[in-house]
């Protein structure tokens, strides 16, 4: 392959590289949209619903939590998967910048993507996912529905006070 085709093949390599991070950062955010407003919907039924009674509600509330939290984990994973195409797209930046384009394959970009990938680990798992860009608002709504759940099942005042004929005390007047 001559020298112009392997320049063009690895600049157009690196673009589409460039497309596919942008494609994650925008599921990404995809992610945080389905999370807010599965998870918001969910807890606001629970709170306004007026047939539900509070151990429904506080269970509506545990499993919005519950959602949220694994679109947290969901998009801790997606970050973990676009990390392993910024090995490639390092690597072309570094031989543009050195001089070295010639020394690079082109059209590696599955090949490279699968033994970046291979090197990741559980601690980058969690260091992805205790981002702050990749924990809100998942983590905030989740501490939100729960600590409503919490409250309402242990709080006395949240609970409704029950109004029924046999617990209710009868006054009784003399005339």
């Known amino acids: 392959m001559d020298a112009a085709r392997h320049l063009e093949l690895i600049e157009a390599e690196y673009f589409k590289l460039q497309e596919i991070v942008e494609a994650f950062d925008a599921k990404a955010l995809q992610f945080k949209g389905w999370s807010v407003t599965v998870t918001l919907a969910a807890a606001a039924t629970a709170l306004v619903t007026e047939k539900l009674t509070n151990d429904q509600r506080v269970t509506v509330l ?62 980058n798992f969690c260091k992805y996912a205790l981002k702050p860009n990749t924990w809100l608002p998942h983590l905030a709504v989740s501490v939100f529905c729960l600590g409503t759940a919490l409250y309402l099942a242990y709080c006395p005042l949240a609970r409704p006070v029950d109004a029924s004929p046999a617990t209710t005390a009868t006054r009784v007047t003399t005339p």
């Open 62 to 123: 545990a499993l919005a939590a519950f959602g949220s939290f694994v679109f947290w984990l969901t998009e801790a994973m997606w970050k973990l998967f676009q990390q392993a195409f910024f090995h490639r797209l390092r690597n072309i930046e570094a031989a543009f910048a050195d001089g070295t384009v010639a020394s690079l394959k082109p059209l590696q970009i599955s090949s490279e993507w699968k033994k970046a990938f291979a090197h990741q680990k559980f601690g």
